[in-house]
């Protein structure tokens, strides 16, 4: 299993930008692919994002097509958010995942997250 510890959440302005963080522990980094999950109040868990192990393909939810950007440094061991043109419906936890495989949407396909980051975006 992988450690994994998201940063980067916080209050931003309709529109404005933010950029979360994901730290992954071990040395096997680069084989897992990553994915953003995220949890509004009283709704479930959503796919977000993902990426491959490589970095080299990576898959989005449709409400986030063409605002939300995610990248991988292997080098690093983290994997990046890059959130653009927010709104108020992308307030939510938002959670980093990590699965022992190639990529994935599914909640049920990571076996490793990391505790959360919030996102909290004012109209």
Do not use: H
């Amino acid at each position: 299993q992988v450690q994994l510890v998201e940063s980067g959440g916080g209050l931003v302005q309709a529109g404005g930008s933010l950029r979360l963080s994901c730290a992954a522990s071990g040395r096997t980094f680069s084989s897992y692919a990553m994915g953003w999950f995220r949890q509004a109040l009283g709704k479930e868990r959503e796919f977000v994002a993902t990426i491959s192990r490589s970095g080299a393909y990576t898959n989005y939810a449709d409400s986030v097509k063409g605002r939300f950007t995610i990248s991988r440094d292997n080098a690093k061991n983290t994997v990046y958010l890059q959130m653009n043109s927010l709104n108020a419906d992308d307030t939510a936890l938002y959670y980093c995942a990590a699965r022992n495989g190639p990529w994935a949407v599914r909640t049920t396909d990571f076996g490793s997250w990391g505790q959360g980051t919030q996102v909290t975006v004012s109209s």
